[in-house]
């Protein structure tokens, strides 16, 4: 299998594991994603427009996990701040009563 189709293939199950917010296989697959473009840029020079389109597509699937982490961190951030501020309402309440 050539470094392109590791690629491809790395792409598509990155592209699977955001749809289930598996972040752990997110992960692998990012530093097999990173490996794999490593080592077409380091191989003989292979067809520069093959290339381009599958970094092009490899750059709106990172967008993609991109939005996804952003959107999971603010999610997280709200409900720390409910949490905090029914921590701040329950002690608000024991001082009156």
């Known amino acids: 299998m050539s470094q392109l189709q590791r690629i491809q293939e790395t792409r598509d ?3 699977d594991a ?7 296989a997110i992960g692998e697959l990012d530093l097999a994603c990173r490996q794999s473009v490593e080592s077409v840029l380091d191989e003989a020079p ?10 092009e597509g490899l750059l ?3 967008r993609m996990l991109l939005e996804a982490a952003t959107g999971e961190r603010q999610q997280l951030v709200d ?8 921590k701040n ?3 608000v309440y024991h001082l009156f009563f």
């Open 79 to 86: 409900q720390m701040s409910q949490i905090n501020q029914a």
């Open 13 to 15: 199950a990155l592209i």
């Open 60 to 62: 709106v699937v990172y």
């Open 46 to 55: 292979v067809d520069e427009a093959v290339l381009r389109e599958n970094l």
């Open 89 to 91: 309402a329950s002690k």
């Open 18 to 24: 955001l749809a289930e917010r598996n972040w752990e």
